[in-house]
């Protein structure tokens, strides 16, 4: 019994400490998600972290298995359950195809696209290069005797991270997400952003996603555009005039509370 009352107390404890937390959420910042792409992980994203933290944002970087559109979305739904109240949430290249599928979580208020897919309802990651040139770095992909796709030393090096120092994306290929072949053909089944309000940052030397498909994918979901002049991973080799766009997409957010 008096374990048992000693218990009531802490429970009240714990109660208030969840109520205060709702209440500052409600008066913070919206939370952001990001959703890395192929041949990384969640620390391709960590020079812009640091830039939203300093202004109060609370961050999420999702880890991606990178088996499938389903794994990948049901593993963002998890960080955005998490998420104590409104979100914008990120996505690099394959993880603009996720955030197109698990964008319509009621938690999410605005898309940042990142050098990414954006693909129709019912449109695979695969088709979206239909009618653009290929890229260069496209040849620098091999598939393993598992169905994983890899990006060689060189394609790191020339194609996907062409303006960081070799040492780092010497780290960049040791350390590389290889993703399932098969989800590049796995179909969204809903597009978020013709409902939510999105950014769009251009990568204008991208050698893996032809800026042209980019161009065309931030005018045709409506999303407002800003151009940087880098490779495929403006969020490393720009990380603030990254970070910013994602900042005017919170703040936006802000406005509309």
């Known amino acids: ?63 991606n298995p990178l088996t499938s559109l389903a794994d990948d979305v049901a593993a963002t739904e998890r960080a955005l ?31 940042v696209y990142v050098a990414a897919f954006a693909p129709d309802a019912g449109q695979a990651s695969g088709e979206q290069g239909e009618g653009f040139p290929t890229p260069s770095g496209i040849s620098q992909l ?37 993703i399932k072949a098969s989800a590049f053909d796995d179909r969204t089944t809903v597009a978020a952003w013709e409902s939510k309000p999105s950014w769009y940052v251009l990568a204008a030397n991208d050698r893996m996603i032809h800026p042209e498909l980019q161009r065309a994918a931030a005018k045709r979901i409506g999303a407002k555009l800003s151009e940087l002049p880098t490779s495929h991973v403006p969020q490393q080799s720009r990380p603030a005039e990254v970070a910013e766009v994602i900042l005017e997409a919170v703040r936006s957010v802000d406005e509309q509370r």
């Open 1 to 63: 019994m008096k374990a048992f009352k000693q218990i009531i107390p802490l429970s009240l404890a714990l109660a208030s400490t969840f109520v205060a937390s709702g209440i500052q959420a409600d008066d913070a910042h919206p939370s952001v998600v990001i959703v890395h792409g192929a041949f990384a992980d969640g620390s391709d994203w960590a020079k812009v972290v640091p830039f939203l933290q300093a202004e109060g944002v609370e961050v999420t970087v999702v880890q």
């Open 81 to 111: 359950n998490n998420q104590q109240g409104e979100v914008v949430l990120v996505g690099h290249s394959w993880g603009g195809t996720v955030i197109s599928e698990a964008g319509q979580h009621g938690k999410v208020s605005a898309l």
């Open 142 to 178: 091999i598939t393993d005797s598992n169905g994983y796709i890899y990006l060689t030393p060189e394609g790191m090096t020339n194609d996907f991270a062409q303006d960081l120092p070799t040492e780092q994306t010497a780290v960049m290929t040791a350390t590389q997400g290889p």
